[in-house]
């Protein structure tokens, strides 16, 4: 089974606009987090938004909100405003302890594209 | 600049040539980790060190092998390179051994087997 489940390929979004990418993630392991990551064409890997599993409300980081549903098991994230510069690739990834370290598994990505 | 840093950006190897991608890192991060990127795949753990002397594998770790001599370095060895091996190489680094602080990630090397 998938540990991160990212179902849309891609999005499009007009500017200005709020637009939700979905992620779903599968682990028995109660210490866990979750990350959001943008990918722009240039290739680089930019940090946007981190949900830890004991966290009590949803992050936020300014445009960013992370709409998190432990019982469902999603982390959705949540742009609101887009603008021109938030077309990219979208990674949802999950952090998990393995012994004394951990790893991180992610999803296949959402390609979001805002447009005027 | 304080972050990971990642060479080559680009390489074309041939079959069977054997090089090793560069990583360092100056933030005192105790956590280091390689994975590749192919179309459609997201990205995918190959190797990753908690300190010095101590490595473990990842997902997809046939083909490389790494080691952590020094905090600061974790190069990436491909022994025998095979047209597979054709992806995006990114190096991360994390406070910690949890991960709980976040990723750092290097800028990427892009890797061409023919």
């Known amino acids: 089974a998938q540990k991160i489940t990212q179902t849309q390929p891609g999005m499009f979004v007009q500017e200005k606009e709020a637009v939700t990418l979905d992620c779903t993630y599968d682990?028995?392991?109660?210490?866990?987090?979750l990350f959001w990551y943008k990918q722009p064409s240039s290739g680089e890997m930019i940090f946007l938004i981190y949900?830890?599993?004991?966290?009590?409300q949803n992050a936020t980081e300014g445009r960013y909100s992370l709409n998190f549903q432990k019982a469902r098991k999603s982390a959705n994230l949540v742009i609101s405003a887009s603008q021109l510069g938030d077309s990219a690739m979208y990674f949802c990834?999950?952090?998990?302890?393995?012994?004394?370290?951990?790893?991180?598994?992610f999803g296949t990505g959402t390609r979001l594209q805002v447009t005027l | 600049n304080a972050g990971v840093t990642q060479t080559p950006k680009f390489q074309v190897l041939k079959t069977g040539q054997s090089m090793t991608l560069q990583c360092a890192q100056d933030?005192?991060?105790?956590?280091m980790s390689w994975y590749r990127q192919d179309p459609g795949m997201g990205l995918r753990l190959i190797h990753y060190?908690?300190?010095?002397?101590?490595?473990d594998q990842g997902e997809v770790p046939n083909g490389y092998n790494v080691s952590r001599s020094t905090t600061e370095d974790f190069p990436l060895r491909l022994l025998s390179a095979a047209p597979s091996q054709t992806s995006v190489y990114f190096c991360?680094?994390?406070?910690?051994?949890?991960?709980?602080?976040?990723?750092?990630f290097g800028s990427g090397t892009r890797l061409t087997v023919v």
């Open positions: 990834a999950m952090r998990e302890p393995t012994g004394t370290a951990s790893k991180l598994t």
């Open positions: 060190s908690v300190g010095a002397g101590i490595t």
């Open positions: 949900q830890g599993s004991y966290d009590q």
């Open positions: 682990t028995s392991d109660p210490s866990y987090g």
């Open positions: 933030m005192n991060h105790e956590y």
């Open positions: 991360a680094s994390s406070y910690g051994r949890t991960g709980i602080y976040g990723y750092t």
